[in-house]
């Protein structure tokens, strides 16, 4: 089975094709980054405008790249969610009309399954059952795994996730979008040893989340130091370790209490080079296998969308017609595959 994925939930077009015996086949991405870094921020209205004007181009080339045409394809899967109602309207429109025209199946599949999934594109995919850290711009999530569509929700941010509270830390320091890249490399010449940020919510039970605190903190600190332009650097670095520690703090926690052994981390931010030594660390510490995706498929990308897709229809779902876009839609929600027979 070949699956055409195709993923525009914010400001990356993504396009692939993912192939049940041979794997993913070929990947493309567009990223809106340039357009919107002028704006410090994703500009909605901009982000669907570009979506149409790349989606179909992109089609077209990862065809070309895996040397099939449209008729080799046996279904589309879209990003139905969760994302920018205007960009998910995009990717769903394209998928249905090309998967209408060609007579063949269109799935949505939900935007944190996909990333939840892609470390299982890599060489030694992971195996459920398994614990996940989902990190990204808009979730922070620490998930039990047990099965596709068996996601027990754990613990979640209350307030900002990850990938959102970098952003604003990057905005604070003067840094461009998105922020996690700048900060990562930012902190890298900071000193660990000057500041010290609160590490939010791991002096109580639980697994949730909180980073919004932190936000106020660095902004504190930076006006405390605006005279000194070499302190963002050991902002950035006190910034990033208050967060690394959270996520190995949190992630300890949940290991001891599922008794999981195998650690997947995926979103945006498991990129972070500094968050992927910690918690190699913290496998080593808890004898637990820690599984990332490629960097390219930790952001927004098409082949985990594609992959999704496949996972899904191979287990027997026929569709995920019920519903066009879901711009908030819970992964607690999902079910396992249903299949129509
Ligand atoms: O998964 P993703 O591409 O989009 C969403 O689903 O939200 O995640 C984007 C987020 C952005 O907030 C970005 O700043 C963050 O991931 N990010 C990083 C890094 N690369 C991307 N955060 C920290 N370190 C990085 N290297
Ligand atoms: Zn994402």
């Not at 039990?144 to 209350?158: A, N, P």
């Not at 208050?242 to 945006?268: E, M």
Request: proline share 6%; net charge neutral.
């Amino acid at each position: 089975m070949r699956v055409l994925g195709i993923e525009t939930s914010c400001d990356e077009t993504g396009v692939a094709v993912f192939d049940g015996r041979r794997g993913l086949l070929a990947d493309a991405l567009f990223s809106q980054i340039d357009m919107h870094r002028a704006y410090g921020g994703v500009v909605p209205e901009l982000a669907s405008r570009d979506h149409v004007r790349r989606v179909l181009p992109l089609v077209d080339q990862v065809l070309a790249t895996a040397g099939i045409g449209r008729d080799d394809l046996d279904a589309v899967a879209y990003t139905a969610g969760p994302g920018l109602i205007g960009a998910l309207l995009v990717g769903a429109g394209v998928a249905q009309g090309l998967a209408f025209g060609l007579g063949i199946p269109a799935l949505g599949v939900h935007h944190m399954e996909a990333h939840l999934l892609a470390p299982m594109l890599e060489p030694a995919p992971p195996a459920f059952p398994f614990l996940a850290l989902l990190v990204s711009g808009g979730h922070s999530l620490l998930v039990d795994v047990t099965g596709l569509g068996r996601y027990e929700v754990l613990g979640e941010s209350l307030d900002d996730a990850a990938g959102e509270a970098f952003d604003k830390a990057a905005k604070l320091l003067g840094l461009g979008y998105p922020g996690g890249p700048a900060i990562e490399r930012l902190a890298a010449s900071g000193n660990p040893a000057r500041f010290r940020f609160p590490r939010p919510m791991t002096d109580r039970p639980g697994l949730d989340f909180s980073f919004s605190g932190l936000k106020t903190y660095t902004a504190t600190t930076v006006r405390a130091h605006a005279d000194e332009p070499a302190a963002a650097a050991d902002i950035a670095r006190a910034f990033s370790d208050a967060v690394v520690d959270t996520f190995v703090i949190k992630c300890r926690r949940a290991l001891k209490q599922t008794g999981r052994r195998t650690l997947v981390v995926a979103g945006g931010v498991s990129a972070n080079r500094m968050l992927r030594a910690a918690l190699d660390a913290l496998g080593r510490e808890c004898d637990a296998r820690v599984c990332y995706p490629a960097p390219q498929f930790c952001t927004d990308n098409g082949a985990m969308v594609a992959h999704a897709g496949y996972l899904r229809l191979a287990a027997g779902e026929t569709s995920g017609a019920a519903y066009a876009v879901r711009p908030r839609w819970s992964l607690a929600e999902l079910l396992p595959p249903v299949s129509a027979a």
